[in-house]
């Protein structure tokens, strides 16, 4: 486990791409919105992508420079093209989601910038699964974490999308987190993948247990979220958001990562951590798309790093 670590920079590991939802097309992909929250948060970010040399790309370049991100460790891919997602919502805002494969992100090379980068202080390096479907991005990241292995907390929201995973990327993904979020559905798939036997309520101390995780954090939709620590007997609960304020649920886990993410960097308790962060994502819920329109939204969470 690598964790106690101070406020500072994040890295970020994945897919940056346009959302196309059936009214419109918004910039996405769970690494952008976590990055997005944590920028706006007040935390520093590095993203680490791919997009491709089509007009969709060169979009993605100039709106990211537009909001403040630095595009250094967005790679250009001449062959492959930009990340899409359609997005379409249930009749609860549940999003469904159909991922267009063989991606830019998809190519994401070790190249001399992400050298540099990864022999510097970071704080904390986050990824999930969906950049590790093609080999390529999947070596890639585990270079980075191999040079960071002594100095960074790795964290892992693990965004499992069908039929983006295989139970190799499950286990290599759990055997270099030390903070781990999942939600519910999410957890019945890794008790598969590993052939837990045991009830899943059980499976998160089997993972504290087994891959040395420093803690856990799993969502739950209306039943609220729940946080499980390494040494703890007993878990940290917070209610869920009454069904009737959500109008979708479009990023809510990332928003909830971002503020786990800057909370744990900045020392809080863990009741807190996980009050702060369930709070976080419910107003996310309470407008359309994943990432508000209005900036004016951050300023009652903002960190003065």
Known sequence: MRLNKPLGQVLVYGEVLFDKFPDRTSLGGAPFNYAFHLNHLGV??????????DQQGQDIMKRLQSIGFSIEGVQLDIIHPTGEVEVNLDDKGVPEFNILPDRAYDYIEFDSYIEALARKEIALVYFGTLAQRHSTSAETLYKILKLLSSRSTFMMDINLRYPFYTPDVIEKSLQNCDIL?????????????????????????????????????????????????????????????????????????????????????????????????????????????????????????????
């Open 181 to 305: 979020k999942v939600n519910q559905d999410e957890l019945s798939v890794i008790k598969e993948s590993l052939s837990f036997s045991s009830p899943v309520s059980r499976l998160p101390w089997y993972l504290l247990d087994r891959y040395k995780i420093g803690f856990l954090c799993v969502t739950k939709g209306e039943e609220g979220t729940e946080l499980y620590e390494a040494g703890s007997k007993v878990s940290f609960h917070c209610p869920g958001l009454p069904q009737e304020e959500v109008v979708d649920t479009v990023g809510a886990g990332d928003a909830f990562c971002a503020m786990l993410t800057a909370g744990y960097l900045a020392g809080w308790p863990k009741q807190t951590l996980i009050e702060k962060a369930t709070e976080f994502s419910h107003q996310i819920c309470e407008f359309s798309g994943a990432l508000p329109e209005n900036l004016e939204f951050y300023k009652p969470f903002r960190f003065n790093s």
């Open 44 to 53: 520093p970010v590095r993203l680490i992508s791919r997009v491709g040399g």
